[in-house]
């Protein structure tokens, strides 16, 4: 370890970064900086020299070139031990530089929009901090490097506690910390660019550079033969499974937070009621909505109580008392809110296996990004399947009989919840509430069949929704049997003309969406 002399602070987002600087002022280092943070530093009362007094050479090009410079970059990968590195530094007046601290133009920001004006992207490419970052990380032997301002307390107080010295190991960390941080803007950059044709962006680039963080260890993986972690997106602000934090109970499996994910974007199809999902093996068994949560609950626990027995459950308002409580009268994984009154919390810490999770308030607006799956060698990758409320602005009826306003409701809850089922499928619902659900065969009819043999309450009267098409009449067949007065389906078969007239001669009122909905 050498002793800490020298910092060089050169920051875009100055956060806590006056009083970093003072608190090294006060433990003896100099400072070197650049034009506006020198500024703010001088204005603060902190004594610094600035760049270009030190290497006598002035920012150029409109600061495009500041830090740039020999007496800079030797300053900061001079091995300390090595004898020739340090007889060149002395020939050349080169001071060593201990400590860097950098953070980058706003690029990502700048390119949110999706009109992008391309010379201010250009202009938010930093050039010189990711050279820094990369050149004192390098060197991390020698060289503390810090790009997060959550970082200044730490290197203060371990400076503080070793007396003027920083730990191999605290410079380890910050250094894979610093190579990451200059991936995820590279990363940016680079998606950035292979998205543009003539000038305007496209959705797909022409190579995709994928940026992950690790949130944490898992349990283990699918099966406990296999390990696991969970990594998430650096910048993701919609509230979802990823930016939730966790309350309570055992740590997390794979398998909790892929049910937990499909269970809070279900229940956050319904921003204007109060749901309840009830998930098992990635497939919703229950769904409801109702006038409160203890309610929606135990109507959607009514569709497949035997499935709910240790499943992910996932509101979009937040646990009262009264539903904690019945919350806590059964075995289950997971429940996932945005919120839990401190006597909900309570009586669920009596479960303290039980893993709470706790979301950001729940946002109902617009949303977008991709939809990723793995293979083997390679990923696919889509947008995210956002629609359904508006796949009812264009509604066709099909058949003789048009459906009343109480069945038009449950079509579109039926048709919100059949989106997020393992395809083929099938739901059956009645007044807010799931009755059956038939999920990821093979035949359309099979699901048909599974939906209704699941049901716990009469099905005489339910809709149905269908995420794709009837190819035969023997799915409308099996749904009459069982009292179903409603349909809801994209159309597109060849068969359509049978499948109307199976829908006439039962008296079942049949809509087309137009829209698909599979779920692999």
């Not at 901090?129 to 107080?157: F, Q, S």
């Not at 994928?210 to 998430?232: I, S």
């Not at 009755?435 to 065969?441: L, S």
Request: aromatic residues 8%.
């Amino acid at each position: 370890m050498n002793k800490i002399e020298r910092a060089l602070i050169s920051v875009w987002k100055k956060d806590g970064i006056s009083n970093f600087a003072r608190e090294l002022k006060e433990l003896g280092i100099e400072i070197l900086s650049t034009g506006g943070t020198a500024k703010l530093l001088k204005d603060a009362g902190v004594n610094v020299v600035d760049i270009s007094e030190y290497t006598q050479s002035p920012e150029l090009l409109g600061g495009r070139v500041k830090t740039l410079h020999p007496k800079i970059h030797a300053g900061i990968l001079a091995v300390r031990d090595n004898e020739s590195h340090l007889e060149e530094m002395k020939q050349h007046g080169i001071k060593p530089i201990d400590i860097v601290v950098v953070n980058f133009y706003p690029f990502e920001d700048v390119i949110k929009s999706d009109e992008v004006d391309l010379s201010e992207a250009i202009e938010n490419i930093d050039i010189g901090g990711p050279t820094l970052l990369r050149a004192a990380a390098k060197n991390y032997r020698y060289v503390t490097v810090v790009t997060h301002p959550e970082d200044y307390k730490t290197v203060i107080n371990e400076l503080k506690k070793n007396k003027g010295f920083i730990s191999p190991e605290l410079n380890m960390r910050l250094a894979a910390k610093a190579f990451s941080y200059v991936s995820r803007y590279d990363a940016a950059i680079s998606n950035f660019f292979n998205s543009l044709e003539n000038g305007k962006k496209t959705k797909f680039p022409s190579s995709l550079t994928l940026y992950f963080e690790k949130r944490m260890k898992l349990r283990y993986g699918e099966n406990p033969h296999q390990e696991g972690a969970f990594y998430t997106e650096a910048w993701i602000e919609e509230p979802c499974i990823s930016n939730s934090v966790q309350i309570q109970g055992k740590e997390l499996s794979l398998n909790n937070i892929y049910d937990a994910d499909a269970a809070l974007e279900l229940v956050k199809e319904f921003p204007s009621s109060v749901a309840c999902v009830i998930v098992k093996h990635n497939n919703p068994c229950g769904v409801a909505i109702a006038e409160n949560p203890v309610t929606a609950f135990l109507r959607a626990k009514e569709c497949d109580p035997e499935s709910a027995f240790g499943g992910i459950v996932a509101f979009n308002t937040e646990v009262d008392e009264n539903t904690a409580t019945e919350l806590a009268s059964m075995f289950l994984e997971v429940v996932i809110a945005p919120g839990y009154t401190d006597k909900a919390l309570d009586v669920l810490s009596t479960k303290q296996n039980l893993r709470i999770l706790k979301t950001p308030p729940l946002d109902f607006g617009q949303k977008s990004g991709f939809d990723i799956k793995k293979v083997v060698g390679g990923a696919l990758i889509q947008d995210r399947d956002l629609r359904s409320e508006e796949d009812f602005k264009e509604l066709k009826v099909v058949t003789k009989r048009q459906p009343t306003v109480e069945e038009l409701e449950d079509l579109k809850f039926a048709w919100k919840v059949c989106k997020h089922v393992k395809s083929n499928a099938i739901v059956l619902a009645r007044r807010g509430q799931t009755v059956g659900i038939g999920a990821g065969q093979m035949s359309r009819v099979d699901s048909v069949k599974i939906a209704v043999m699941k049901a716990r309450v009469p099905t005489k009267g339910a809709v149905l929704a269908s995420d794709a098409f009837f190819p035969f009449r023997d799915g409308i067949d099996e749904a009459a049997k069982s009292g179903i007065t409603a349909i809801v389906q994209p159309g597109g078969s060849i068969r359509d003309k049978e499948t109307i007239s199976a829908a006439d001669e039962h008296g079942i009122a049949m809509v087309f969406t137009g829209i698909r909905h599979f779920r692999h």
